[in-house]
């Protein structure tokens, strides 16, 4: 594993992009015959990170947040009337203010993620609440840090976790609307160094729209027959 790992680094980076996003297609293909929905998201991100240096011990906690973009694109698998799988690939953007004395330094880095997750839902009459939680494989498109401590650059890949909810809004047609909250910290550093680990951590805030496979809902008002 380690082997195919480093592999991957020492690959271009488009090369790198491509053969992961043909991974992540030949995964949904191989799941087609499960397939419940696709569906979209577009929201914002609220981004922070920590630094955790080691030469001397000690984390510095000082800084502020930074606002930027997120969209996927998303297939919901399986149709349990309470449990479902879902996988998407997410473009996000991260970062933090480094609030330092004599000024403030600006880290920005996009991601392109590939998450999955566990989702726990319950049907009600005109909303269906869930709850959603897995892993994220986070892929690093570009950085731009200024940072004096940041000296190199952060890992192209590296793991996370994103727990969070939604509320999907009851549909008598195969499209569905929904809105959805999750928080994302890293379970590695996205950075490492000598001396310094940086962790990524973010609030996002996303609405969406799926269309589901099937036949339309109907109304579930009982019917009556003389």
């Not at 998201?41 to 990170?49: D, E």
């Not at 799988?85 to 403030?104: C, H, L, R």
Request: hydrophobic share 40%; net charge positive.
């Amino acid at each position: 594993m380690p082997k195919i790992y480093f592999q991957l680094i020492r690959l271009p980076r488009v090369k790198k992009i491509i053969l992961f996003i043909l991974f992540v297609i030949s995964i949904l293909f191989s799941n087609a015959q499960t397939l419940n929905s696709i569906g979209i998201t577009v929201g914002g991100t609220a981004a922070n990170q920590k630094f955790k240096f080691h030469e001397p011990p000690f984390s510095n906690p000082n800084k502020k947040y930074v606002f930027g973009f997120n969209a996927s694109v998303f297939g919901e698998f399986f149709s349990h009337d309470y449990t479902r799988w879902v996988t998407e690939i997410q473009y996000n953007q991260k970062g933090s203010v480094d609030k330092q004395p004599e000024a403030n330094y600006a880290n920005s880095l996009q991601y392109l993620s590939w998450n999955n997750y566990l989702k726990i839902r319950y049907e009600m009459y005109s909303i269906i609440p869930y709850v959603m939680i897995g892993p994220r494989l986070d892929y690093n498109l570009t950085q731009v840090t200024t940072s004096p401590a940041i000296t190199g650059k952060f890992l192209p890949l590296h793991l996370s976790i994103a727990a969070g909810g939604g509320l999907e809004f009851v549909s008598y047609s195969n499209f569905k609307f929904f809105v959805e909250a999750f928080y994302n910290p890293d379970i590695m550093p996205a950075y490492i160094s000598a001396p310094l680990h940086v962790n990524n951590k973010a609030i996002e805030l996303r609405v969406g729209l799926k269309y589901e496979f099937g036949k339309k809902e109907t109304c579930n008002t009982p019917v009556y027959v003389e």
